[in-house]
């Protein structure tokens, strides 16, 4: 395929009559809004997000107000959104905009990196979707819709590479404003339209030009990634200590923790992890979040 710009022109077409109402895409959103909903919605549903981003951003509108609480209470507030490591991060980083860029999150690749826990993909969204810069915002989904729509393939790799980058980016028009919706709506078709495992290529804007539907192949047969075991898994312990923490005001004895859990050495290694990723105090037999 060598003319990109039908795709990019065809996407946002798509986008602008179908994108979900998300509260961190309307008008006067700040870049500090759109770096919470980011971090939020790593690995968790946007529905479930939704909730706590309108609390969070009620409760810490900027991030030096988010800088001034302890880190246990990012914690607290994260609520059941799992994977809490992210709650530190986020404290971090506000932390860091607060001290070291007056309380305004920057807008350039390298300075939004030198975050704590800010990786390639999210400096590029808050660039891209708070800043409305040119860059290319490449997760599974919008790998997936490049895999298929260029490549001819079913589904793309595990992990981002720099070659899923610079195909994302050959799709995108130069226009800034034009590149920024373009990449929010690649990602978009990925999550509603261009799906893992039942892809609605009726629907797809992208059919007619798209390079493994022109195929006519199916889908692999089985998930293409093997489905992760959650129950009575360290994590999953993980999670049963930090939701007695998180309604805890005050410190918690250890042995009140030994109900969440019948495995004993489970619950021992559980609580180790937590207490070296910092998401977890321990001190005189009692137990606390930060």
């Not at 409760?59 to 799992?82: K, M, S």
């Not at 992210?86 to 975050?115: F, G, K, M, S, W």
Request: hydrophobic residues 45%; charged residues 25%.
């Amino acid at each position: 395929m060598s003319e990109s710009a039908p795709i990019w022109r065809l996407s946002t077409d798509w986008f602008a009559a179908n994108a979900r109402d998300l509260p961190w895409r309307h008008a006067g959103t700040t870049a500090w809004g759109v770096l919470v909903s980011e971090v939020m919605s790593q690995q968790t549903p946007v529905r479930r997000v939704e909730p706590v981003w309108r609390e969070w951003l009620e409760r810490w509108p900027t991030p030096a107000d988010l800088a001034a609480e302890p880190t246990g209470e990012a914690i607290r507030a994260w609520g059941r959104l799992g994977y809490p490591r992210r709650a530190l991060r986020l404290h971090a980083a506000a932390v860091a905009v607060a001290e070291d860029h007056d309380n305004v999150v920057p807008d350039t690749i390298a300075e939004l990196e030198a975050l704590p826990g800010i990786g390639t993909y999210t400096a590029r969204a808050v660039a891209s979707f708070a800043h409305r810069q040119r860059h290319p915002v490449v997760d599974t989904n919008v790998r997936r819709v490049v895999a298929r729509a260029v490549a001819g393939k079913p589904d793309a790799g595990m992990a981002t590479t720099g070659a899923d980058l610079r195909a994302a980016e050959a799709l995108l028009p130069e226009d800034d404003e034009a590149a920024a919706v373009t990449s929010a709506a690649l990602m978009e078709l990925g999550a509603l339209v261009c799906t893992a495992k039942a892809p609605k290529c009726g629907e797809c804007p992208l059919a007619t030009l798209c390079a493994w539907h022109a195929k006519g192949e199916e889908l692999p047969e089985g998930p293409s990634r093997k489905p992760q075991k959650y129950t009575g898994t360290d994590r999953h312990v993980r999670g049963l200590i930090m939701a007695v923490l998180r309604e805890a005001q005050d410190p918690v004895a250890r042995v009140a923790l030994d109900t969440v859990w019948h495995e004993p050495e489970r619950r021992e290694r559980a609580l180790t992890g937590l207490v070296a990723d910092g998401l977890v105090v321990e001190a005189a037999g009692k137990v606390r979040l930060p």
